[in-house]
C-alpha cells in the first residue's frame, strides 16, 4: 500500500530524513516511534504530498505521489486519511460542519440523511455524540484530537495516517481509540500508519514497529521484541524503569 | 558544510529593494491563480455569499461615516476659497466631482482596505499556521479555490457598491454643509450635481473600485496563505497586508487616473 524508496527530506541545513525507506502492505498497521524532532510528522507529510523530498520515491497504492497530476492526486487523496498532530479542526466551522466537510466534497452520492447518519456513527465512534454542535474553541484538547479523528475516518479512507492520536488523552480514552484503529484494520481491511510515543496504544494497535532516530530507520520489526533489543538507544527509549 | 549565503552573488540593490520586487512578483503570479481558478468548478456560491455578507456587515458602519463626513467637510473646507473667487455656485458640481472621481473611491477602498485585508490575512495565516489549509489539501478540496478565490470574488463584487453607497452618503453631506451656510434648496442641490456629472466622470471612478477590490482580496489572502512563523506570523500577515493593499491602492489609482486622462482627452 505505501512504499517508500530512499526518502531523503532537509530543510536548509537540517538533515531530517536520510534515505529512509520501508514498505507497508495493505492491511497492515505499522506504528512509527521516535524521539521528539525526528521527523516522524514531515514523513507522514512527504507521503501524502505535503512536504515535497529532496529525493527518493513514494509509492501509494501503486502510484507515485510525487509526479501524479494535480486531478490524479486528489483522486488518491480520497481514499487518504490524515490525522494532524494539532487536529487541525477547521475553526469558523462547528464539529457538524467540520464532519460534514469532506463528506459533501468527496462522497457526492450521499443524501443529507445519509450523512447525518454518518455523522452520528463516527462521534458516536469517539464518545462525543453531544458536542455536534459545539465549536472547536469550546472543546477540551483531548476531544478536538477525537473529533480530528472521526472527521479522519468518516470519509472511510483505505490508507490512515495517524499522526499521536492518542497523546494528551487520558489512559482510558487511549485504550478505546486504540481499539478503535484497531478495529478499522480488521473490519474494513484498512492500512495504517500511526506514529506514537505511546506504548500501550502501541501494543494494542500494531503488528510492526518502525523506530527513527537522526532521519534513520534504526529498527523495523516486531513490537515484542523491541524491549528486549540490546541496542543502547531502544534499550533508553523502550524501558520504563528509572534508575540512576 | 556547505555555506549558502558566500555562494550568492552580490545584489546590485539594496535588500529591501528586491524583497519588494520578490513580494510584487510572488503577488502576481498569486493573484494570476485566480482567473485560472474562478472559472472552473465545483463553485462555492455559498461561501461567496458568505463572504459577502460578512464584508457588508463588518464595514458598513464605518464606510457610512466616512462617506458623510467626506461631502461635509469637503464643502466646509472648500466654501471660503470658493466664495474669494466668487464662485459659490459652483459648490455642489466641485463636491460631486471630487467625491464621484477621486474621494469616493480611493477614501472608500483605503477603509476597506485596513478592515478588510488585515481580516482576511489574519483569518487565512492562523489557518495555515493551524495546519487547516493543510488539512483541506489532504481532504481532496482544492484550498486555494475554497479559501482565497471565494474571499477576493467577494471583495471585488462588494467595493463598487459601497463606494456608490458612500458617493451618495458624501453628496448628502455635502448639502447638509452647503445649505446651512447658503440657504439653497435640496432641489437646487441635486440640480447641480447632476448637471455637472457626465457619463465620463461616473464610469471610470467606478470601474477602478473593481481593482480595487480585488487587489484588497488578493494581498489580505496573499499574506494570510503564505505565513509562516507561528503566531508571529498572524500578525505580521495582518499587519503588511493593510500596508501593501492601501500602498497598491495609491499606486494603481495613480497609473488609472493618467490611463483615463488619457483616453477621454482624445
Ligand atoms: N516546515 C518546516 N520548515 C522547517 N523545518 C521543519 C518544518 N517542519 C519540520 N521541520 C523540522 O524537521 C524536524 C522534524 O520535525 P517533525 O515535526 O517531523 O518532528 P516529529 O518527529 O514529528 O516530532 P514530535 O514528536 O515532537 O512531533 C524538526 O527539526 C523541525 O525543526
Ligand atoms: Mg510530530
Known amino acids: 500500500m505505501v512504499k517508500v524508496s530512499n526518502l531523503t527530506k532537509s530543510f536548509g541545513d537540517n538533515l531530517v530524513l536520510d534515505d529512509i525507506s520501508l514498505d507497508v502492505k495493505t492491511g497492515e498497521n505499522a506504528v512509527v516511534f521516535g524521539r521528539s524532532g525526528t521527523g516522524k510528522s514531515v514523513l507522514l507529510k512527504c507521503i501524502v504530498k505535503l512536504l515535497i523530498p529532496d529525493a ?8 507515485n505521489v510525487h509526479s501524479l ?31 460534514e466537510f469532506p463528506l459533501i466534497r468527496n462522497k457526492k452520492e450521499m443524501s443529507s440523511e445519509e450523512r447525518d447518519e454518518k455523522i452520528k456513527q ?17 472543546l477540551s484538547g483531548g476531544m478536538k484530537k477525537r473529533i480530528g479523528l472521526a472527521r479522519t475516518i468518516i470519509t472511510e479512507p483505505k490508507l490512515i495516517l495517524y499522526d499521536e492520536p492518542t497523546t494528551g488523552l487520558d489512559p482510558i ?25 505511546d506504548l500501550l496504544c502501541a501494543q494494542i494497535i500494531s503488528d510492526r514497529a518502525i523506530v527513527l532516530n537522526e532521519g534513520k530507520i534504526i529498527y523495523d520489526g516486531g513490537l515484542e521484541n523491541l524491549t528486549k533489543s540490546d541496542d543502547k538507544f531502544l534499550k533508553d527509549f523502550f524501558t520504563n524503569e528509572y534508575s540512576r | 558544510m556547505k555555506n549558502n549565503t558566500k555562494e550568492k552573488k552580490p545584489i546590485p540593490f539594496s535588500p529591501t529593494v ?52 467626506i461631502g461635509l467637510v469637503l464643502a466646509m473646507q472648500s466654501q471660503p476659497v470658493m466664495s474669494r473667487f466668487g464662485a459659490e455656485s459652483f459648490l455642489p458640481s466641485m463636491v460631486a466631482l471630487s467625491v464621484v472621481r477621486e474621494l469616493g473611491p480611493v477614501l472608500t477602498a483605503l477603509i476597506f482596505a485596513g478592515r478588510v485585508s488585515s481580516g482576511i490575512g489574519a483569518e487565512l495565516s492562523s489557518m495555515r499556521v493551524t495546519e487547516q489549509i493543510d488539512a483541506m489539501e489532504v481532504s481532496a478540496v482544492h484550498p486555494y479555490r475554497y479559501l482565497v478565490v471565494t474571499r477576493i470574488l467577494a471583495c471585488t463584487l462588494i467595493l463598487p457598491i459601497l463606494t456608490l453607497y458612500v458617493n451618495f452618503l458624501a453628496i448628502i453631506g455635502g448639502f447638509i454643509a452647503i445649505s446651512l451656510s ?6 437646487q442641490y441635486i440640480d447641480a450635481v ?5 457619463f465620463s466622470d461616473l464610469i471610470p471612478g467606478l470601474a477602478k473600485t473593481f481593482v480595487f477590490g480585488f487587489i484588497v482580496g488578493a494581498v489580505g489572502a496573499y ?3 503564505n505565513a509562516t512563523n507561528g503566531t508571529v506570523g498572524v500578525g505580521r500577515a495582518s499587519t503588511s497586508a493593510v500596508v501593501m493593499a492601501s500602498l497598491l491602492i495609491l499606486i494603481t489609482d495613480m497609473v488609472l487616473v493618467k490611463i483615463t486622462v488619457i483616453i477621454w482627452s482624445q
Do not use: C, W
Request: no cysteine; glycine share 6%; net charge negative.
Open chain 1, 173 to 197: 480514552t487511549v485504550k478505546e481509540i486504540s481499539e478503535l484503529i484497531k478495529e478499522l484494520q480488521k473490519d474494513l481491511n484498512v492500512t495504517s500508519i500511526i506514529v506514537t510515543h
Open chain 1, 122 to 138: 463516527v462521534l458516536k465512534a469517539v464518545d462525543l455524540e453531544n458536542v455536534i454542535d459545539k465549536m472547536p474553541d469550546e
Open chain 2, 223 to 225: 499574506k494570510g496563505y
Open chain 2, 194 to 198: 447632476f448637471r455637472s456629472l457626465q
Open chain 2, 182 to 187: 447658503q440657504g439653497i434648496t435640496f432641489h
Open chain 1, 69 to 99: 497530476k494535480e486531478k490524479d492526486l486528489n483522486e488518491l487523496r480520497k481514499e487518504i486519511g490524515f490525522l494532524f498532530q494539532g487536529s487541525a479542526l477547521y475553526d469558523s466551522m462547528s464539529v457538524k460542519e467540520n464532519l
Open chain 2, 18 to 69: 528586491t524583497s519588494f520586487f520578490e513580494i510584487v512578483a510572488g503577488l502576481t503570479i498569486f493573484s494570476l491563480g485566480f482567473f485560472k481558478e474562478v472559472f472552473s468548478p465545483p463553485y462555492e456560491f455559498a461561501e461567496i455569499k458568505k463572504h459577502i455578507d460578512e464584508l457588508g456587515i463588518k464595514t458598513l458602519p464605518i464606510v457610512t461615516v466616512t462617506g458623510f463626513i
Open chain 1, 56 to 63: 527518493g520515491e513514494i509509492l501509494v497504492d501503486g502510484k
